[in-house]
């Protein structure tokens, strides 16, 4: 039997994220298989404490507001619990991490733990500017030689990883973004879809409001292509929510536009849905797409990221246009209504990425950490104790 790992996980609140949402799902598999997880929040006064998972939650209580320097409050939150507590590896969710990760290995030194930090979005960023991407490229390989492990999401983006950080392929392990449980892969498999509508389709999309998304491109396509009964959902929030609802109004499809906030759960919104759509710039492997797969919906996506193809199937699943394209959107839109998807092989592509199987590749990878982790200082602790010997040759 695996011996017991204690692992923390930072995460900035617990506010809806996808991110965290897989987190937590993987740091309740651990729990259940018998080890000890630590999630240390570092945001106070979350509204969705009372309904998170039943874990070991760590904060450092404070009545400021901390939302506007979040990262620096996380680095200074996890440092000081690392101080108090030991643990065999630190997990670091997403991109949006790895500058805490970073900032542990330079504060504790030799006596930081073993990070590994999950890669959750693509790491080839069109949106920024030439300066700040070459910036980038140089905090990539940073990254590469400064966590013990860079967790990808697929073949292709692991390879994408290698590239960008320089770290060697033995460094970059695959492990499928964990984003559905057994018990809900069966639950969506079970919906039956129903024969599209020759005069109405009712498409779904799902995310945080925020310009990564590019849902602004969305409801400028939408209003391009939809035809009188066309409607089309957006669950999520985020801080773009006035602004969506303004830029509906003035494409005059506010009345066929739907923004139902944050749920729970958008599996009632997957069994009504004819197609779900995805406009994004840039992601990892988006979870909310396995969702839809899950579901049997037929896709349609920008080439936000390297897996998506491999989602789609080559065209099996969904159809791919070309990101910040809004008319080859508008035309997705039409298309992906007539589309004839394969629904069988949808589900399988979703099974791919269940979350107890992740759960226990990723306790594999990180009990491999930590026996590395602990040879390395076992070694230097040895090199140490002679290093006095060594100066005390015969010949001085």
């Not at 969705?48 to 760590?58: G, R």
């Not at 939150?77 to 690392?82: G, I, V």
């Not at 999950?118 to 905090?139: A, C, F, H, V």
């Not at 990883?161 to 449980?181: D, E, F, M, Q, W």
């Amino acid at each position: 039997m695996q011996r017991p790992l204690s692992i923390v996980i930072p995460i900035h609140s617990l506010d809806p994220g996808g991110v965290e949402r897989v987190a937590l799902g993987l740091a309740m598999e651990w729990k259940q298989a018998g080890h000890a997880v630590t999630v240390v929040l570092g945001r106070s006064g979350s509204p969705n404490l009372c309904s998170a998972p039943p874990l070991e939650y760590w904060q450092i209580p404070t009545r400021m507001p901390t939302a506007s320097w979040e990262t620096p409050w996380m680095v200074h939150s996890l440092f000081t619990y690392l101080l108090r507590h030991r643990c065999d590896v630190v997990f670091c969710p997403g991109n949006t991490y790895a500058i805490v990760g970073a900032a542990m290995k330079v504060l504790l030194g030799e006596h930081a733990p073993p990070m590994v930090l999950k890669i959750s979005n693509t790491l080839d960023r069109p949106d920024m500017q030439p300066i700040l991407r070459r910036g980038y490229e140089s905090w990539l390989r940073v990254q590469g030689a400064m966590f013990d492990r860079l967790v990808s999401l697929s073949e292709p983006m692991q390879r994408e990883i290698c590239k960008a950080t320089l770290a060697s392929i033995g460094h970059v392990p695959v492990i499928a973004n964990p984003v559905i449980t057994r018990k809900r892969l069966k639950h969506l498999g079970r919906i039956e879809r129903r024969t599209n509508s020759v005069w109405q389709t009712s498409y779904l999309a799902a995310g945080r409001l925020v310009p990564q998304k590019n849902f602004a491109m969305l409801l400028r396509a939408f209003a391009r292509a939809s035809r009188p009964h066309d409607t089309l959902t957006i669950a999520g929030e985020g801080p773009e929510r006035k602004a969506l609802g303004q830029l509906a109004a003035e494409l005059g499809i506010a009345e066929r536009v739907r923004f139902p906030g944050h749920l729970a759960s958008i599996d009632p919104l997957l069994a009504e849905a004819d197609a779900f759509v995805l406009s994004s710039d840039y992601e990892g492997l988006p979870g909310v797409v396995v969702e839809a797969l899950a579901a049997g919906l037929p896709v349609l996506a920008t080439d936000c990221c390297v897996s998506m193809s491999c989602l789609l199937d080559e065209g099996r699943t969904g159809i791919l246009v070309r990101r910040g394209d809004e008319a080859a959107f508008a035309d997705g839109l039409v298309r992906i209504r007539r589309f004839q998807t394969d629904s069988h092989r949808a589900r399988t592509i979703a099974a791919g990425y269940e979350m107890e199987s992740a759960a226990q590749r990723y306790l594999d990878m990180m009990a491999d950490v930590r026996r590395c982790h602990r040879s390395k200082a076992e070694r230097q602790r040895n090199l140490k104790l002679m290093s006095p010997r060594a100066s005390r040759h015969p010949l001085h």
